[in-house]
């Protein structure tokens, strides 16, 4: 299913920007992932303090993406940006095995607050590129780890990836694609 007029007009002509935060701790990936997909190279950058938006123009949706600092400090600043969302990318480091259950915290604060409820959730896997020996989970693993499958009346999806190598972060923007067209 294409985009109708309508849709297509309000989402690209009228320049709506549709907001998605990039969430996840410190070191997860998330600026190396937000330039990785809109420079198309990996750019080095020092631990966000604060924010960084990108507008991205793909196959016809004006995404803004916000991706903010995940250091224990600035996450309650978080919430601050939480309105208007309408999909997360949470980012997760695949080889931060001990911090799992932190990340799994972060993630029930934002699957229960009010002003996300109808946001999409995209968890991005990363840093796949890792070999098994360093402690790298499975996208399986890391699903498990954070009890994705509990997530109820929540369009969710994980996907592994690479902010290094690219993989896998095209396909997850076509799935929010493929979601955003679906609600019109
Ligand atoms: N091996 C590997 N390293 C990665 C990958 N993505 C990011 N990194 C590295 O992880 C470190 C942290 O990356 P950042 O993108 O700065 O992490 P961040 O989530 O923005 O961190 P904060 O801004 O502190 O919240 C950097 O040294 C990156 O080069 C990946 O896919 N694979
Ligand atoms: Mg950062």
New binding site residues.
């Given amino acids: 299913m294409g985009l109708t007029f309508s849709s297509l007009w309000s989402r690209l002509f009228s320049k709506r920007e549709t907001k998605v935060l990039?969430l996840?701790?410190?070191?997860?990936?998330?600026?190396?992932?937000?330039?990785?997909i809109t420079m198309g190279s990996?750019v080095?950058?020092?631990?966000?303090?604060g924010s960084n938006h990108e507008i991205y123009d793909y196959k016809g949706v004006r995404f803004g993406l916000i991706?903010?600092?995940?250091?224990t400090s600035?996450r309650s600043s978080w919430s601050q940006y939480f309105q208007g969302t309408e999909a997360i990318i949470l980012?997760i480091?695949s080889?931060d095995v001990n911090r799992m259950s932190m990340v799994k915290q972060e993630l029930m604060k934002l699957v229960t607050d009010e002003q996300l409820k109808t946001s999409l959730l995209l968890v991005l896997a990363?840093?796949?590129?890792?070999p098994i020996s360093q402690g790298r989970q499975t996208p399986a693993q890391v699903s498990e780890a954070l009890s994705l499958t509990d997530l109820r009346e929540r369009e969710w999806q994980i996907m592994g990836?690479?902010?290094?190598?690219g993989i896998g972060l095209f396909e997850g923007m076509d799935w929010l694609v493929g979601k955003l067209e679906a609600r019109g």
């Fill in positions: 990039i996840g701790l410190d070191n997860a990936g998330k600026s190396t992932i937000l330039y990785r990996v080095a950058s020092a631990p966000t303090v991706d903010i600092g995940g250091q600035l980012v480091d080889s990363n840093k796949q590129d890792l990836c690479s902010a290094l190598t």
